[in-house]
């Protein structure tokens, strides 16, 4: 292929060159890599050079020489170099910039999603949202409904992962009134709301953080590989983990959408460099994952048997007419303000049909890159995936996608 015009960008600088505390080859390089654009970045350090000022460098040992030339090189597309080089101009204190124009023979790419490199402590999520041991249980709960993970850390005065608090062990450890009521407050955020008496039952008063947590199980640390973190998500089906620095504190928590939106970038990416001409792996069918089967319920179903189908099988239902054609979704979310006794009533005469959400839905015959940026770009847990005639065929989740990007060994490649 050939014809798309593209920059090489030469800067010359030297070792001594930092910013804001790093060498000045470090930040540009973050830069480059942070930007969701088809480029490549290459740092070679010299074996001797020379300065505007007539200082000299020399790699020989006689020569105390601590400030060898260095050269940084980035090559992109053409109509990229406006939005990376102002970033780039504003880190050089010292330096000399060189635009080159060169045309394109040919630019081909295999890499993964999820880059080798990447740490933990690049995706996780902080600052860490915990609990002490002693916190009673209202502020465990108020802790749970605000976060956006299904379960809370229990640290010490001094930091340090004491174990962990799921809602779902919560409810089985405390008796949790798990009323209408209370679900529409804590669905809404608002546990202050409810009386002390509605949320928990009189065997649990003044039960703590200390008394309900479970060990904290799986962990892992800031510094491990994000790929080994992913597959040990993988293999014990884990929502999040824990995040520990070298001290043994709670620096964070990984969660399956902070992994995803680190391939979401890796998936941009290849949609640029695809938009330039270059060739990127072809993307997986939605039509080789693992689907979700989640129950689906007819358009005029009354919203009552609805409510049934959500308690007994999972949380969501598919909407579908009656050649199967998905219609809309219901969580149980969308049902939370309809099941109050006190409002009881409002489910007499509805529908499916009128309680549902109309969502977008990705076809067998996307890719799962697509699938993963509208997932992270609209912070959807599933996906309803349709065939090409629209028919409702499943669900796609977070952890099946997790699944993909991340292959058992090193030397199996990524199914996406």
């Known amino acids: 292929m050939t014809g798309m015009t593209y920059k090489i960008v030469h800067i010359f600088t030297s070792e001594q060159a930092h910013v804001h505390g790093a060498p000045l080859y470090e930040a540009i390089v973050r830069v480059v890599a942070k930007e969701r654009s088809a480029a490549r970045c290459i740092v070679t350090r010299g074996v001797a050079g020379c300065f505007e000022n007539g200082e000299t460098a020399s790699h020989r040992v006689l020569d105390i020489s601590h400030n060898m030339p260095v050269k940084i090189e980035i090559v992109l597309p053409g109509p990229e170099l406006e939005r990376v080089l102002p970033a780039i101009e504003e880190l050089v204190g010292d330096g000399v910039i ?33 609990v002490g041991p002693y916190d009673g249980l209202r502020q465990v709960l108020r802790v749970l409904v605000r976060s956006e993970f299904d379960g809370v850390p229990v640290t010490d005065g001094n930091g340090r992962l004491l174990g962990m608090i799921g809602q779902e062990h919560l409810i089985r450890k405390t008796g949790l009134h798990a009323t209408p009521g209370l679900l529409a407050a804590l669905a809404q955020g608002e546990p202050e709301a409810v009386p002390e008496a509605d949320l928990f039952p009189p065997a649990a008063a003044g039960m703590t953080a200390g008394d309900v947590m479970t ?29 520990l620095d070298a001290e043994r504190h709670l620096a964070g928590m990984l969660s399956r959408i902070d992994v995803l939106r680190l391939a979401s970038v890796g998936a941009s990416r290849r949609q640029a460099l695809a938009g ?4 990127v792996p072809g993307g997986t069918p939605i039509g080789k994952a693992r689907l979700l089967e989640v129950p689906r319920v007819a358009a005029h179903a009354p919203a009552r048997d609805v409510l049934d189908v959500i308690d007994d099988e999972g949380r969501r239902v598919a909407v579908v007419d009656a050649d199967g054609r998905l219609e809309g979704v219901i969580s149980d979310k969308d049902l939370l303000p309809l099941v109050d ?57 977070r952890e099946e996608l997790l699944r993909m990007l991340a292959p058992a060994h090193d030397d199996a490649p990524s199914a996406i």
Do not use: C, W
């Not at 892992?220 to 790929?227: E, H, P």
């Not at 549902?356 to 912070?379: G, I, K, N, Q, W």
């Not at 349709?386 to 499943?394: C, K, M, P, Q, S």
């Open 341 to 397: 006794p006190k409002a009881r009533h409002r489910l007499d005469g509805l529908t499916a049909a009128d309680i549902m959400r109309p969502v977008p839905a990705v076809s067998l015959a996307e890719t799962v890159d697509e699938a993963l940026r509208f997932m992270v770009e609209h912070r959807r847990q599933r996906v309803p995936v349709v065939d090409t005639e629209g028919r409702y065929v499943g669900m796609l989740g």
């Open 215 to 243: 060990p904290a199980g799986e962990t892992v640390a800031d510094d491990d590989l994000l790929v080994d973190a992913v597959r040990l998500m993988v293999k014990n089906d884990l929502k999040r983990l824990p995040v």
């Open 276 to 279: 330039y001409g270059g060739s």
């Open 98 to 130: 060189v635009v080159q124009e060169g045309g394109m023979i040919v630019h081909r790419t295999t890499g993964s999603l999820l880059p080798r490199s990447a740490r933990v402590r690049d995706v996780m999520t902080v600052p860490p949202v915990s």
